[in-house]
T-cell receptor, first 117, second 112 residues
Framework: KAGVTQTPRYLIKTRGQQVTLSCSPI?????VSWYQQTPGQGLQFLFE???????NKGNFPGRFSGRQFSNSRSEMNVSTLELGDSALYLC????????????????FGEGSWLTVV | QKEVEQDPGPLSVPEGAIVSLNCTYSNSAFQYFMWYRQYSRKGPELLMY????GNKEDGRFTAQVDKSSKYISLFIRDSQPSDSATYLCAMSLIQGAQKLVFGQGTRLTINP
């Protein structure tokens, strides 16, 4: 079955611009989360959506936002881009549901490489 | 201090060697422990998933969790050049939670 699909794979933006990244989860997965990966900070959790509702949020400024659609597809937006926002943005999906569910493996996409100049 | 500490390496070993990768953590509430492998310019893929303390074996890979010491390990036996990648430990409070806390990752190279 198809994995987590992220678009675009690579993009270059100018400081001050905004960017929207898209994620299509594995079919049947209802939980989608986003991570930022940088050489200095590693992988950091941005937020999680389940059934179109934000279920959890990391410690990022309000410039970082996201949403989930009824088909579980998700987008994340970064406004007023800064040089430090240059990173690999990873989307992950899982079945979600109750925390007690077993085998709730989290699958990652290949990421969107964002460069801010 | 980071919540999860992992030696970033790089670590270089000959083919066939036993590799030991480790992470320490400070939050005793973590219950679920994972190891991910990430190849260059790819997303992380789950290798091992362990609940609480104990060992888990899957082929050439063994994951160990020592909650009393807040220390987890991944052992790779009979290492292969194809194992060359960055290995990331990750932890969560709740089973299946998507909010994972990752270590910095250890870059591993297996030399033929």
């Amino acid at each position: 079955k198809a994995g987590v699909t992220q678009t675009p794979r690579y993009l270059i933006k100018t400081r001050g611009q905004q960017v929207t990244l898209s994620c299509s989860p594995i079919s049947g997965h209802r939980s989608v989360s986003w991570y930022q990966q940088t050489p200095g900070q590693g992988l950091q959790f941005l937020f999680e959506y389940f059934s179109e509702t934000q279920r959890n949020k990391g410690n990022f400024p309000g410039r970082f936002s996201g949403r989930q659609f009824s088909n579980s597809r998700s987008e994340m937006n970064v406004s007023t881009l800064e040089l430090g926002d240059s990173a690999l943005y990873l989307c992950a999906s899982s079945l979600g549901g109750t925390a007690a569910r077993s085998g709730n493996t989290i699958y990652f996409g290949e990421g969107s490489w964002l460069t801010v100049v | 201090q980071k919540e999860v500490e992992q030696d970033p390496g790089p670590l270089s070993v000959p083919e066939g060697a036993i590799v030991s990768l480790n992470c320490t953590y400070s939050n005793s509430a973590f219950q679920y422990f994972m190891w991910y492998r990430q190849y260059s310019r790819k997303g992380p893929e789950l290798l091992m998933y362990t609940y609480s303390s104990g060992n888990k074996e899957d082929g050439r890979f063994t994951a160990q969790v020592d909650k009393s010491s807040k220390y987890i390990s991944l052992f790779i036996r009979d290492s292969q050049p194809s194992d060359s990648a960055t290995y990331l430990c990750a932890m969560s409070l709740i089973q299946g939670a998507q909010k994972l806390v990752f270590g910095q990752g250890t870059r591993l190279t297996i030399n033929p």
